[in-house]
């Protein structure tokens, strides 16, 4: 079962797909450089060994990325969905942000910090507050129920993965390019034979990777992501709020109906 789990959406596209663009010209050169006309011990082993690089590259870059979460988080000030929900945070507009911690309070039996109750003490608000986004985090699992706060775990789940894997990434990507510099120069330099052609294709992808690891992926993009889905994930309040007037709305319509005529 859990090897079924691993195929699930999120797992796919937040785990898996860093993995791949990870092992992007490693990929691209075991596809290209191995001769596939004939099946032979080196393509069955190529041909078994992928799955479980991806795999173990999926694991570790998942690893990474919840180590680089928290200190990041630290770095920049804490956890959005904890910090959003602050006074001095104008993110989400003061109005809604009472109804929302009303409406937890409520859930949670627990009491609103007032505002002089938390700028006396921050730490005993946002205790309150990590509660709050706990009692979201476990209503919000169905992800048809909620889909923009699903695509926005997703990002943030594929960028702050990618992120852990970033420097194994261009470690291995140094070594593909160093292996096409042997193969090239064991052929006199010679881009026009079959073999030169498909390692330019290799060094092609190669730089294009190093592009886009090195430009692309960074702690802004992973915290971008992370505010977007804290603020997602809060703003999630207004679907529960709507449900129980929409209740009462129908019950007094019910009623209305039911009622004799004055």
Same mark, same amino acid.
């Given at each position: ?9 999120? &797992? ?8 791949? #663009? ?24 190529? =041909? ?8 173990? #590259? ?15 988080? +630290? ?5 959005? &969905? ?5 006074? %001095?945070?104008?993110? #989400? ?5 009472? /109804?929302?911690?009303?409406? *937890? ?13 938390? &700028? ?13 986004? %706990?009692?979201?985090?476990?209503? =919000? ?17 594929? /960028?702050? %993965? ?9 470690? *291995? ?13 064991? =052929? &006199?330099? %010679? ?8 390692? =330019?294709?290799? *060094? ?36 529960? *709020? ?15 109906? +039911? +009622?004799?005529?004055?």
């Amino acid at each position: 079962m859990e090897v079924l789990k691993f195929f699930d959406a999120y &797992s796919i596209r937040a785990r898996m797909f860093p993995a791949i #663009i990870a092992a992007a010209p490693a990929l691209a050169a075991l596809t290209l450089l191995i001769s596939w006309k004939t099946f032979g011990l080196s393509n069955a082993i190529t =041909t078994l060994g992928i799955p479980v690089l991806l795999w173990a #590259i999926a694991d570790f870059s998942r690893a990474r990325g919840r180590a680089i979460e928290g200190k990041l988080h +630290a770095e920049r000030g804490g956890l959005p &969905s904890i910090t959003m929900f602050r006074r %001095n945070d104008s993110t #989400i507009d003061a109005g809604s942000k009472d /109804r929302y911690r009303a409406f *937890l309070a409520g859930e949670l039996g627990a009491a609103v910090p007032s505002q002089a109750e938390e &700028s006396a003490d921050q730490a005993a608000a946002d205790a309150f507050y990590i509660q709050c986004g %706990n009692w979201l985090r476990q209503h =919000t699992r169905d992800t048809k129920k909620f889909p923009i706060l699903f695509g926005e775990n997703i990002t943030y789940g594929f /960028r702050r %993965n990618l992120l852990g894997v970033k420097a194994m990434a261009l470690v *291995l990507n140094l070594l593909v390019v160093a292996i096409c510099a042997v193969i090239v120069w064991q =052929t &006199s330099w %010679n881009f026009g034979t079959p073999l030169g052609n498909k390692t =330019t294709v290799v *060094l092609v992808v190669a730089a294009a990777h190093a592009v886009y690891m090195l430009l692309a992926v960074n702690p802004n993009a992973v915290w971008d992501a992370s505010r977007a889905y804290g603020r997602e994930l809060i703003l999630c309040c207004e679907s529960f *709020l709507t449900k129980s007037p929409a209740r009462k709305t129908a019950a007094r319509k019910s009623a209305a109906k +039911a +009622a004799p005529p004055a």
